[in-house]
């Protein structure tokens, strides 16, 4: 069995650097360009009096053509919602939800799914990448359409939202969770899907994915807390921004830094408060540097900022006192989980981090379960002692998968849990062979890794080999 399983796994992974080399070879007037970006779409305006609306109602909705890539339709039908959401202030907002079934869907529960676009860029929308024909930009959000795939094999029903809302606010965690708690509220109501009356959910979110779900876990006993909630799913998490700035500034990562000050300066998020403090104390070429961060996707953000530290007064005059100015500081702080005990969350919560991640502080998130567990929380906390940040989000999918499966069926533990991991290779037949092409995919798609998944980016067939 061993020898042609891993027959299959090579001619997937064949088949699919095949097509991939076919589509990247086709010229620019060959390419798919039927789909209106997000400014220029006007599903994504809702209707004059919108304000009035309950969060979570849905204000439009549309089938469309879902597709991998942007090229390859996935099978599966698909449905996008405009629905009434909340920014920081308070005021109404609209964004969209974009909801997978699968032919042999389970009816009573459904999964919401926060991917990474980690951009404050409308282009990068999640909505928008899925649409057949749709350019993809935002490399981490088509990469993350492969997880989709797994969970929707699995029969699961899931939806992905826009959670950053419509100006594409990347950072501020808050309207991310309420981003997530309304698409569930929207999805719950969508009667196209024939789900059951109060079905289950389980939220899941790595990465910018976990600012999201992880927010939304801190979030929903306060704000939705009719929703019904079975557990949720978050690694990676950046639960505190400050040291996340830290960690990833001047390094190859540190374009996320302007992406997120272009993200939490917008009118949905702490721009009437923020703005006028970077205003003041921005330089041109820092300007420059931010004009990139609020209008382009992740991986040209990065390279645009490669190796860049924004402590330099090239950038802005305070120099290493930009993280103290108190406004500032305010903002970092209301964005930092695990830091008040009304926002623990109610739900069995699967939290899991490489002590090595190279761009989210792997002691943050330590600091955030041993909060809410002082806090009854029930969290179950999985360090993963080797590999990096990328890895960890492909290797602990088996674990994730588990988790929401026992969340389900009511039966995670009720209590706080820590567990350590040592392997950093992914084991296949946990999932089933018939995954197994979907997550050869994933595991080419992740071409953007760090230091700390060497091991996955030399040889990704050598180490499904090793699991054969």
Same mark, same amino acid.
């Given at each position: 069995m061993a020898s042609s399983v891993a027959r299959m796994v090579r001619v997937a992974l064949v088949s699919f650097l095949a097509f991939t080399s076919i589509a990247s070879a086709l010229p620019a007037s060959q390419a798919i360009r039927t789909v209106q970006t997000p400014d220029d779409d006007p599903f994504y305006k809702p209707a004059a009096g919108f304000e009035s609306a309950a969060p979570g109602t849905i204000l439009a909705q549309r089938s469309i053509n879902a597709a991998i890539f942007g090229l390859i339709p996935n099978g599966v039908e698909a449905h996008q919602l405009l629905y009434r959401t909340t920014a920081i202030d308070g005021s109404a907002i609209a964004t969209v939800t974009t909801v997978f079934k699968?032919?042999?869907?389970?009816?009573?529960?459904? +999964?919401s799914f926060a991917t990474a676009y980690d951009s404050s860029a409308t282009k990068c929308q999640p909505s928008f990448a899925y649409q057949l024909g749709a350019p993809q930009d935002s490399l981490i959000a088509s990469v993350e359409f492969l997880i989709i795939q797994i969970y929707l094999a699995l029969g699961y029903v899931v939806a992905s939202p826009d959670y950053e809302g419509p100006e594409a606010a990347f950072g501020p965690g808050r309207l991310a969770g309420m981003g997530v708690l309304d698409n569930i509220r929207a999805v719950k109501s969508f009667k196209t899907l024939g789900l059951?009356?109060?079905?289950?959910?389980? %939220?899941?979110?790595?990465?910018g994915g976990a600012i999201a779900t992880g927010w939304a876990a801190s979030l929903q006993p306060k704000y939705a807390s009719e929703l019904n909630i079975k557990g949720w799913v978050q690694g990676g998490t950046p639960s505190n921004l400050t040291g996340t700035l830290n960690l990833i500034n001047d390094s190859v990562f540190s374009g996320f830094v302007p992406a997120a000050i272009a993200g939490i300066t917008k009118p949905s998020a702490y721009g009437a408060e923020l703005k006028p403090v970077i205003e003041s104390i921005i330089t041109p070429e820092g300007q420059k540097v931010l004009d990139v961060g609020g209008s382009e996707c992740a991986v040209t953000a990065l390279a645009a900022f490669f190796e860049k530290n924004i402590f330099d007064t090239k950038y802005q005059t305070l120099g290493d006192r930009f993280i103290y100015e108190p406004t500032i500081q305010k903002v970092m702080k209301l964005n930092t989980m695990g830091v008040n005990q009304d926002e623990t969350p109610k739900a069995p919560t699967f939290v899991y981090?490489?002590?090595?991640?190279? +761009?989210?502080?792997? %002691?943050?998130?330590?600091s955030m379960v041993k909060s809410w567990c002082s806090w009854d929380a029930n969290v179950k906390f999985t360090t993963y002692a080797s590999g990096g940040h990328a890895t960890t989000e492909i290797v602990a999918i088996p674990d994730a998968i588990n988790f929401v499966k026992n969340a389900f069926a009511g039966t995670t533990k009720k209590r706080c849990t820590q567990n350590t991991e040592l392997g950093s290779i992914l084991n296949p037949l946990a999932l089933g062979v018939e995954l197994e092409p979907i997550l050869v995919k994933l595991i080419d798609g992740l071409i953007h890794l760090g230091d700390q998944d060497a091991n996955l980016k030399k040889d990704p067939v050598g180490v499904w080999k090793k699991t054969l």
């Open positions: 699968p032919k042999k869907a389970k009816l009573d529960r459904f +999964i059951t009356d109060n079905p289950m959910v389980v %939220g899941v979110g790595y990465s981090h490489a002590t090595k991640d190279e +761009i989210i502080p792997y %002691g943050d998130a330590k």
